[in-house]
T-cell receptor
Framework: DGGITQSPKYLFRKEGQNVTLSCEQN?????MYWYRQDPGQGLRLIYY???????QKGDIAEGYSVSREKKESFPLTVTSAQKNPTAFYLC????????????FGSGTRLTVV | SQQGEEDPQALSIQEGENATMNCSYK?????LQWYRQNSGRGLVHLIL???NEREKHSGRLRVTLDTSKKSSSLLITASRAADTASYFC?????WGAGGTSYGKLTFGQGTILTVHP
């Protein structure tokens, strides 16, 4: 079955530590996205990529980094520069023009301990 | 930047009743989409309506789009307890050089729908 997989489901980060969230899709989608969701809030765009080896900052990119070395994979690193990283992180993919909607992963809940 | 605003923030109804959620946005769009999110889960795409369409149906869902008022509504008919979830509208507005790129969605804050058995 085609889909998008995020791992891990839960992640705990210590102060000053970098952590990487995984996102893999087998839908042959060109575009991939990372969103952050805070409790009771909508989604805010962190980074997006429309093609391999290219990505663009979204609205809240500070403290985050990404790579797109393969079409299937779009990992997100939450760096120590991100001062308030506790949130629910959602990865999504779509065709290059998004004209058929996004497919979302099941999310990673990141908590700072 | 928050493109869409949804109304109401929360809606509580009985099974069998209809539920209507509204979304307003600020700029011209290519399309508008509705998503559902069950608690603690990812979002599920429900329906997409293009800027040149006025109404679209999918099963018990009916979406309308009024580009002159920059607003959309989602109607769920004959609601069920399983429809309990948060519902988000998302707009695909032109971006990039010349405003010719698409596919980057901006989400509203969502409407929390509770359907009581």
């Amino acid at each position: 079955d085609g889909g998008i997989t995020q791992s891990p489901k839960y992640l705990f980060r210590k102060e000053g530590q970098n952590v990487t969230l995984s996102c893999e899709q087998n839908l042959n989608h060109d575009a991939m996205y990372w969103y952050r969701q805070d409790p009771g809030q909508g989604l805010r765009l962190i980074y997006y990529s429309q093609i391999v080896n290219d990505f663009q900052k979204g609205d809240i990119a500070e403290g985050y980094s990404v790579s797109r070395e393969k079409k299937e994979s779009f990992p997100l690193t939450v760096t120590s520069a991100q001062k308030n990283p506790t949130a629910f992180y959602l990865c999504a993919s779509s065709t290059w023009d998004g004209n058929y909607g996004y497919t979302f992963g099941s999310g990673t809940r990141l908590t700072v301990v | 930047s928050q493109q869409g605003e949804e109304d109401p923030q929360a809606l509580s109804i009985q099974e069998g009743e209809n539920a209507t959620m509204n979304c307003s946005y600020k700029t011209s769009i290519n399309n508008l989409q509705w998503y559902r999110q069950n608690s603690g889960r990812g979002l599920v795409h429900l329906i997409l309506i293009r800027s040149n369409e006025r109404e679209k149906h999918s099963g018990r869902l009916r979406v309308t789009l009024d580009t002159s008022k920059k607003s959309s509504s989602l109607l769920i008919t004959a609601s069920r307890a399983a429809d309990t979830a948060s519902y988000f509208c998302a707009t695909d507005a032109p971006w990039g050089a010349g405003g010719t790129s698409y596919g980057k969605l901006t989400f509203g804050q969502g409407t929390i729908l509770t359907v009581h058995p």
